[in-house]
């Protein structure tokens, strides 16, 4: 039996980048993963649905083009080739990952894991000895009472990567990231989107003026969607809500949250990323993962929240509605009254900067290129950069960050 410096459950971008950091250092480190390397992110999460929201957006500009003086006739969709695609660019980069982690000479079981101690694994029936483990074994779909899974009419965010063609009507239940990026897929498809939220508003998490204004662009996109609403009965394809609508969906995508697949956690264990069931985004995994490995602390504050498609939302930081009045200062800037958003007709949207004793406490963008500038402010705030000196820094035309120059101008 091999005994190793590190064993880590799940090869997702916790797990891989643990492994990968922890091989850095000259580790020798056991990696399992019970399906495809890469995780949720790679196969059934972020990547899969940014490529089809991509080649969705590009449908949708292609309707479109004629506003910018380009004629396009017979653009036509044709989804086996969107989700080929979508494979090919999971299959490329999962490849990359098992090269990187070839080359770190990580040991990679395909098999499932099991922990039995803090330092041993039980992966189909042989034992793993190691002084340290790793949980990254990620999250699952939650089920919804009443809504469970079927895979056919009531579907999962893993489920509607395996839909053979576009459904003419699609009900979403859920209006966080994965629920409003998918409503967004489906509409620039042409699908009929229904949207349902429990909240009172549509992306709950968000920064209250953040909400409204994707409620205002989801009216104005015609996506339909009902707040402080609940789906009370779905009988054969009739599916009634709270406040008695009735709806007659072709299919409906259940996306209300995740849970850890990690049960009870055991003590002595380090968790990280999705299985930690803290903040459950790819990115803060990676941090986890690098932070444990270098054993150093993380600021769970400064982690930044994307919403892709047009026009990209993202935040980090303290939401207005969290603070008392008096106790900070406001500054909004309008996307409209950028140059940039003109000539690119992406004019929706704002750029607004909460700060107090002249430092930056929250960001909230609403505007193409959001996720770009948000990390521009994410600098700033990391590294207790004043409002003053941000001030002095000087900023492109045109581009979409003038908006963030000008938003800290108004910051007295
Ligand atoms: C539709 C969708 C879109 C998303 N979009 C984004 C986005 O744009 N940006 C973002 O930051 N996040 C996004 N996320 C979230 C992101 O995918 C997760 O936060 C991220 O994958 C978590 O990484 P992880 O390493 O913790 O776990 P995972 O990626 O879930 O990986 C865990 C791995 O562990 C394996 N595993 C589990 N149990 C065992 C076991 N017992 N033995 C062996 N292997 C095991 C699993 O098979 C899995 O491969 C999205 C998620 C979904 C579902």
Redesign the pocket.
């Known amino acids: 039996m091999t005994k190793y410096d590190l064993g880590i459950?799940?090869?997702?971008?916790?797990?891989y980048t643990a492994a990968l950091a922890a091989a850095e250092q000259g580790k020798n480190v056991v990696l399992?993963?019970?399906?495809?390397i890469g995780?949720?992110?790679l196969?059934?999460?972020?990547i899969p649905?940014?490529s089809i929201l991509h080649s969705s957006e590009l449908y949708k500009k292609l309707q479109n083009a004629q506003d910018f003086g380009i004629n396009v006739t017979g653009a036509e969709v044709d989804f086996q080739k969107v989700i080929e695609r979508k494979n090919k660019n999971i299959e490329t980069l999962r490849k990359g990952i098992e090269l990187a982690l070839k080359n770190a000479k990580v040991t990679t079981i395909a098999?499932?894991?099991?922990i039995l101690t803090p330092t041993t694994i039980e992966a189909a029936g042989e034992i793993y000895q190691a002084d340290k483990i790793i949980c990254?074994?990620?999250?699952s779909?939650r089920n919804l009472k009443g809504l469970e899974f079927d895979h056919k009419f009531i579907l999962s965010?893993d489920d509607i990567l395996n839909l053979d063609k576009l459904p003419k009507r699609i009900l979403i239940v859920g209006s966080g990231?994965?629920g409003l990026?998918w409503a967004r897929i489906f509409s620039n498809f042409g699908v009929e989107v229904t949207l349902t939220e429990l909240a009172p508003n549509l992306l709950p998490l968000a920064d209250i003026e953040v909400s409204k204004r994707v409620e205002r662009c989801f009216k104005k996109e015609k996506i339909k969607f009902y707040t402080g609403t609940s789906v009370i009965r779905v009988e054969d394809c009739k599916v009634t809500l709270s406040n008695n609508e009735i709806l007659m969906p072709e299919k409906i995508l259940v996306a209300a949250g995740?849970v850890s697949?990690c049960g009870k956690k055991i003590d002595g264990i380090t968790y990280?990323?999705?299985?930690a069931g803290e903040i459950?985004?790819?990115?803060?995994?990676v941090k986890q993962a690098y932070n444990v490995c270098a054993g150093i602390d993380y600021c769970k504050n400064l982690i930044p929240s994307?919403i892709?498609g047009t026009p990209e939302i993202a935040w980090a930081g303290m939401r207005e509605q969290d603070l008392e009045a008096g106790t900070y200062q406001k500054s909004v800037q309008l996307v409209s009254a950028l140059g940039k958003a003109w000539c690119d007709g992406e004019t929706e949207g704002f750029i607004k900067i909460l700060s107090q004793n002249d430092k930056i406490i929250g960001v909230h963008i609403v505007c193409t290129e959001a996720s770009s500038l948000l990390t521009a402010m994410l600098f700033a705030m990391q590294n207790n950069i004043t409002v003053d000196a941000l001030k002095q820094v000087c900023f492109a035309h045109p581009t979409y960050s003038e908006g963030l120059f000008e938003a800290l101008l108004k910051l007295k």
């Not at 459950?9 to 797990?15: D, F, H, N, R, S």
């Not at 399992?32 to 495809?36: D, R």
């Not at 196969?43 to 972020?46: P, Q, V, Y």
């Open positions: 459950i799940g090869a997702g971008p916790g797990g399992f993963e019970k399906e495809n995780g949720v992110c196969n059934k999460g972020c649905t940014k098999k499932e894991a099991k990254a074994a990620g999250s779909p965010s990231a994965i990026e995740r697949n990280i990323g999705d299985a459950q985004l790819a990115h803060y995994a994307v892709y």
